[in-house]
């Protein structure tokens, strides 16, 4: 094994572990503890609280150097905001998917007006480095009014039976939330669902039908990309 980077620097797990341990987290509805457990049946005694701290740690490192989805003039935006409880008050987390599903950005926000969907739309223009052929949303009128701001040229579609494709990309996350018993920042929930998008991005396959063996192969490809990214960043 390589030297360590300074990133792992005192850590007294190789990074190897390390990397499996954050993966095991963000991939699968498992809390920290079952990590802890899963990993201690393999012979590796360490606590919950430094897999977090791996998490926190190490997490956006690997979303960031997992490849993107490229973006293309044709692709089509849906959007949508759900209510998260933090500590008893209501915040709302903005996601954008497109017309496969991917996750494009996701923004947490106090403020469910024109202001704050203006922002995620500015985020997704400069994630995407180009406007949609589309944008389809709920009948929220901040939407349209944000639309107008920031592409006016981009033709917006209003309608609840429309926009399943972004209120379904919630379910993974709500399943991720209950396992956690909720977020106690909104620094918290911000970094878990960018790097819990990133890893399910790279490993859930997009929502055209394929086979079984399309599906392992595009898993055993997903794996192939995590354990690069992981020795690069070793």
Known sequence: MSEA????????????????????????????RHVEEMLLERGITVSYETIRRWGRKHGPDYARHICRKPPSKDD??????????????PCWLW????????????????????KAA??????????QGMAPKRMITDKLRSYG???RQVMPHVEHRSHKGLNNRAE????????RERVRQGFRS?????HFVSVFSAV??????????RSASQIRKHRLQAIAEWNAVSRQLA
């Open 5 to 32: 980077a300074p990133r792992y620097k005192n850590h007294r797990f190789p990074a190897e572990i390390i990397a499996h341990a954050v993966w095991r987290y963000y991939r699968f509805p498992l809390s920290l």
């Open 76 to 89: 089509i935006w849906y959007l949508d905001e759900v209510a998260v409880s933090i500590n008893g008050k």
């Open 95 to 114: 996601r954008a998917v497109d017309q496969n599903g991917y996750v494009l950005d996701e923004i947490v926000q106090t403020r469910r007006n024109t």
């Open 118 to 127: 203006k922002r995620l739309l500015t985020r997704l223009l400069k994630k």
């Open 145 to 147: 009014a944000a639309k």
């Open 168 to 175: 379904n990309s919630h379910l993974p996350f709500r399943k």
């Open 186 to 190: 909104i620094g918290a929930l911000q």
């Open 200 to 209: 399910r991005n790279l490993f859930v396959p997009s929502g055209t039908k």
